[in-house]
């Protein structure tokens, strides 16, 4: 403002000082003119007697020319130059400062201030300076500049912050394959006694039922007995199959991978958890579209959905449980995705323990009933199949947990 003041200050000054000496030339000649035409006429003869001649003060014959005239006209002209231009010279500076510098100046730079307070507290919202509110003149392309220079950093930034978490994920993984392979090694020497005795079992069962009469088959129900051996049996070799698992998770080996139906692997998976005798108080329904498959390992892919259904079962409270599983097709980057979705009516998950639901040890139950490795082990298989898994609170109450894997080609 000081530099724009001392600008038109300065331009005022010269026209003054350049308009004043011309003015007084014009007049100085114009005198002198008025001088050569009076001198000539006043000695000049005449026959005839004449009144003398006045001009300013004098006569004829003693002219006398006077100068207040010419002065008053150029003390007019300065005074009427110095308003005209203190005039223009006041208009100007106003109009500069009330509109043309508001509107240009003073607000960019008041917007680019407010966009910068923004960035260094960190406000996304608020850092990058709206489009409408960008002139077309050389503020406005700095304007722009920052913008693009904020948005790229903040690429960068998320960028980094991507690279960290799939960094901490995969620490997470190592530390938790160590763990696993360690716990499955302790594992499976009592997996195979109780496996053998449970063959051992199931074959002494089959003959004493063989050597029994009707009438005595009938009393003793062996074969209701027989089969509950041989669910047993497949528990206890399923335990193996996820003891072996745990040691590939360790490894980080390839698992064999196969189109799979997951109608079918959500069924296999509520019987397994439905031996709790709490499953019988819940309705299970099971809304998976038949024709939806997976490209995954079976056993791999089946004990995430038995943590899944049965977290679920535990949260559930009272005799009107509910779990529901649903299917649902996506496209995502051209590609063809199933998204399984496992929801229950249970008391949902605490809101402090949602957005770390599946890091280790992380759990609202510390009791005989969980760990809280189940989710972390779940989502490490659907990691490894490519896909991935979320939880949220639906507004309705309870829980639901999704499992997003490629599609199988049809």
Known sequence: MVLHNLFFLVLTCAAYFSLIP????????????????????????????????RVGIGTADTPQLSQQSYKDAVTRA????????????????????SAIMPLYVYRPLRRMLQADAATQAGDREREL??????????????????????????RQED????????????????????????VAHELNTPLAVLNGSIEKLIENAKLIEAARTPAQREAHAGAQEIARLERMLRVAQRLQRISESLVGF??????????????????????????????????????VRPEDRVIGNADRLEQVFVN????????????SGRIEVRSRREHRAGQPWI??????????????????IFDAFVTTRLDAQGTGLGLTVAAGIVTQHGGAISASNPTQGGACLEVSLPAAKA
């Open 22 to 53: 011309l003015f007084e030339k014009l007049v100085a000649d114009a005198r002198a003119r008025e001088i050569s035409i009076i001198q000539p006429a006043a000695h000049a003869p005449t026959s005839v007697q004449a009144p003398p001649v």
């Open 129 to 154: 300076i709206p489009p409408e509110d960008i002139l077309g003149d050389e503020i406005g392309q700095i304007m722009r500049s920052r913008n693009e220079t904020v948005a790229a950093l903040r």
């Open 78 to 97: 300065k005074v009427t130059l110095f308003l005209v231009l203190g005039s223009i010279y006041v208009l100007a500076v106003l109009l500069l400062e």
């Open 308 to 319: 899944l259904l049965r977290n679920a079962l535990i949260a559930i409270e009272g005799a």
């Open 250 to 287: 360790a490894k980080m080996r390839k698992q064999q991978m196969e189109p799979l139906a997951v109608r079918a692997l959500v069924d296999e998976s509520w019987s397994l958890v439905a031996i709790d005798e709490k499953s019988s108080a819940v309705e299970f329904v099971n809304r």
């Open 339 to 356: 998204v399984i979705a496992v929801e229950d009516n249970g008391r949902g998950i605490p809101a402090d323990v949602l957005p770390e």
């Open 159 to 182: 960028e980094l912050a991507a690279a960290l978490r799939k960094l901490e994920e995969q620490d997470r993984l190592v530390s938790l394959g160590m763990l696993s392979a360690s």
